[in-house]
């Protein structure tokens, strides 16, 4: 298929409700959208950069910089084969995985499409409902988190995730333990301690946690290593895997037990697919995270779930839990915790043009010139 033409804007789309973890927080998304063009067919993708470079070094604005400074520029006008050959030519770019899986996942929106495929399809899966949890930002007391858990436990969701942070953590994801004794709760640090915090996070073992995301170093797997010799509670990657060579790398290591996959962190689909293929043959268990995402976004996350080695259930939840209306029709659901994969080709939800039109501060045309 030839790229004839690529458009990338920018929306802001205000949060329900402020979404906090150890290294800030979040009200109001900038979400960069991304949309391809090839031989009359149209492909969607959203970036997952931050606000701000609190969880990666990419944001929207370094985001923006690169797609449309290096990686559209390679595209454009090329003849490529399918959403592998994106990732291949777009590989001479350094790191900005984020920036360079938008346009891999589009062109899998792009393909599923011409094929008449729903993206579960596409990338292997099946349409198959999948159970989602939540994952609930710091809160400014005890008593409110515990509420927030009760209400999305009577909702329904098959995980709880809590932020966590030096200062509110042991004591805090107690008071939730003992509030709801068997919900299957986990907690997430966005890299908030160091290896001298071990005895602190040690105490989290009696705390019956499905996992401990990501304690330490945005960057680390040795120290990870270390951590996870001395707890019993399993430890989840999430910013420190980067690829398939870096889930390797970890699993060799001993730095977790447990992946948390993010196709836009990995780099896209197909390397979350490696990610999935290589921890399914080690029987280590993978989930897939989220990062705010709108529909669009939303919709690579269910159908990735649906490979058979996401055996934990991710961050996946309903769009109301994030917006007061979502970008794609219809909006994603949540019934007795489970998600169902779109069935109609490609995403199978369809962006609210209109609506988008509204929302864009800023949006780049590609061949240039074109209105
Ligand atoms: O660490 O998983 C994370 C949101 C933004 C940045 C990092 C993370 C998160 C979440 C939210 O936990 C998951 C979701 O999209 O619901
Ligand atoms: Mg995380």
Same mark, same amino acid.
């Given at each position: ?40 067919? /149209?492909? =969607? ?11 990666? &070094? ?49 062109? =899998? ?13 596409? #990338? ?11 994952? #609930? !930002? ?12 009760? !209400?999305?436990?009577?909702?329904? &969701? ?23 004794? !068997? ?9 908030? &301690? ?101 529909? #669009? ?8 779930? /649906? ?14 839990? &994030? =917006? ?12 007795? !915790? ?21 929302? /864009?501060?800023? #949006?780049?045309? =590609? ?5």
């Amino acid at each position: 298929m030839k790229i004839d033409a690529v458009e990338v804007r920018e929306i802001r789309l205000p949060l329900r409700e402020r979404f906090e973890i150890s290294s800030g927080y979040s009200e109001e998304r900038r979400i960069l959208l991304v949309r391809l063009h090839a031989d009359g067919e /149209t492909g =969607w993708a959203e970036c997952v950069a931050g606000e701000d470079p609190g969880y990666s &070094y990419e944001t929207t604005e370094t985001a923006w910089h690169v797609l449309s400074q290096f990686l559209i520029p390679v595209l454009l006008g090329a003849e490529v084969e399918g959403p592998a050959d994106v990732e291949r030519r777009l590989s001479h770019v350094r790191g900005h995985p984020m920036a360079r899986a938008c346009l891999e996942m589009a062109c =899998w929106d792009l393909e599923a499409r011409r094929r008449g495929l729903s993206l579960a399809e596409a #990338v292997g899966g099946s349409g198959d409902p999948v159970p989602v949890g939540v994952s #609930v !930002g710091l809160q400014k007391s005890d008593g409110l988190l515990v509420d927030k858990v009760g !209400g999305f436990l009577a909702e329904g &969701y098959r995980k709880i995730k809590l932020k966590i942070k030096p200062g509110r953590d042991v004591e805090m994801v107690r008071a939730v333990r003992e509030a709801f004794p !068997g919900a299957p709760l986990m907690v997430d640090a966005n890299s908030a &301690y160091t290896l001298a915090d071990r005895d602190r996070l040690a105490q989290m073992d009696d705390l019956d946690l499905l996992m401990i995301e990501q304690p330490l170093a945005w960057d680390d797997l040795h120290e990870h290593a270390r951590l996870q010799q001395s707890l019993e509670t399993p430890v989840c990657l999430d910013e420190s895997i980067r690829s398939a060579g870096d889930a390797e790398l970890a699993l060799e290591l001993g730095s977790c037990r447990i992946i948390n996959i993010k196709p836009g962190r990995v780099g896209g689909l197909g390397s979350s697919r490696r990610i999935h293929d290589l921890c399914r043959a080690r029987g280590v268990p993978v989930w897939c995270g989220g990062m705010l995402e709108s529909g #669009v976004g939303r919709a690579f996350n269910i159908a990735l779930a /649906t490979l058979p080695g996401f055996t934990i259930p991710g961050d996946i939840s309903a769009s109301r839990r &994030y =917006w007061e209306r979502d970008i794609v029709d219809p909006e994603f659901e949540v019934v007795d !915790g489970m998600m169902t994969p779109p069935s109609g080709p490609g995403i199978g939800v369809a962006p609210d043009e209109r609506r988008i039109d509204k929302l /864009t501060v800023r #949006v780049a045309r =590609w061949p240039r010139g074109r209105g």
